[in-house]
């Protein structure tokens, strides 16, 4: 299962016109991945930080909400992406 892969793959078929560029498909890429990071990022600052270690009810609620799968997907898919299109 690959959510940001399947993803990109479906964007990139509808949205990215064929004739596109290796650096328009590139940076398209990077945009489209760039998005998916702000995305949970934001659902992962929605928790509150009280300081303490403990997740408040309000936290619960929302990683009952957010597959813990899903999410470690996603965050594994990312890190990739980032290693594999970091200057060098």
Request: hydrophobic share 40%; net charge negative; with cysteine.
């Amino acid at each position: 299962m690959s959510i940001l892969r399947d993803g990109w793959e479906s964007y990139e078929k509808e949205v990215v016109p064929p004739n596109a560029g290796t650096v328009q498909k590139n940076e398209t890429r990077a945009a489209f991945y760039a998005g998916a990071a702000c995305v949970f990022y934001g659902i992962i600052n929605t928790l509150e930080d009280t300081g303490d270690d403990e997740p408040t009810e309000a936290d619960e609620k929302i990683v009952d909400r957010v597959d813990l799968r899903i999410a470690l997907l996603l965050v594994q898919e990312l890190r990739e992406f980032i290693q594999s299109h970091a200057p060098r």
